[in-house]
């Protein structure tokens, strides 16, 4: 039901949902500073999401950040449910970089967050991972890369194809860039990518 990775003393890496078609995988990681959610996923999981967290002993109340790997609706729709937590992304996402970002795609979802380079955290390393989105980013902690729709499909690592995106050169990069670092994949719609599945 869960991936779970031990990533030093009691912290921890989980895979909360793993994903489908419309909407997105949520991770949640523990770091001695942090109780994090890499993505929320889009409506029509809002319960499951918020009884998985039940599952594993936590409450909403208890996430204090969430970073959005890219703002499309099926991977932050569910930001509102986690009030005390500091929603993070990339500027890139906005229609101006200043310190509160609006979102400029989705006439739906328009929230403001705070810029991915505010986030502090010696445990967690932000890439950018263009391609995707002009602000897509990937979220590496331990021995995984939560990699949003830089890698939306397990194929789309395995077989090097670039996703959908607004760049298919930067896409491209951004999968090649992953692959070098040698990492088990948390894709953003199909579950995780083991290293050994895609480095044959």
Same mark, same amino acid.
């Given at each position: 039901? %869960? ?10 890496? =989980?895979?909360? %949902? ?25 409506? !029509? ?6 009884? =998985? ?13 969430? /970073? @959005?790997?890219?703002?499309? +609706? ?7 449910? +986690? =009030? ?7 500027? @890139?996402?906005? /229609?101006?970089?200043? =310190? ?18 505010? %986030?502090?955290? *010696? !445990?967690?390393?932000?890439? @950018? ?31 090097? /194809?670039?996703?959908?995106?607004? *760049? ?17 994949? /948390? ?14």
């Amino acid at each position: 039901m %869960f991936i779970v990775s031990q990533i030093s003393g009691d912290r921890m890496l =989980r895979l909360v %949902f793993e994903g489908r078609i419309g909407a997105s995988s949520v991770t949640l990681i523990e770091t001695s500073e942090h109780n994090i959610l890499v993505d929320t996923s889009s409506i !029509e999981v809002r319960d499951l999401i918020v009884e =998985r967290l039940n599952e594993l002993g936590f409450d909403v109340r208890d996430i204090d950040v969430v /970073i @959005n790997t890219h703002l499309h +609706f099926g991977h932050s729709a569910n930001n509102i449910l +986690f =009030r005390n937590a500091r929603i993070y992304a990339s500027p @890139n996402e906005c /229609i101006e970089k200043y =310190r509160t970002c609006v979102l400029y795609s989705d006439r739906w979802t328009k929230f403001t967050f705070t810029p991915i380079n505010e %986030f502090q955290d *010696d !445990e967690i390393t932000i890439l @950018n991972t263009p391609g995707h989105t002009w602000g897509s980013i990937s979220v590496v902690y331990g021995d995984y890369i939560v990699a949003g729709d830089a890698v939306p499909m397990k194929v789309n690592l395995i077989e090097g /194809i670039a996703p959908k995106c607004v *760049d298919e050169k930067y896409a491209k990069s951004s999968l090649k860039r992953i692959r070098m670092l040698k990492k088990n994949v /948390i894709t953003g719609h199909d579950g995780v990518v083991y290293v050994d599945e895609y480095l044959r």
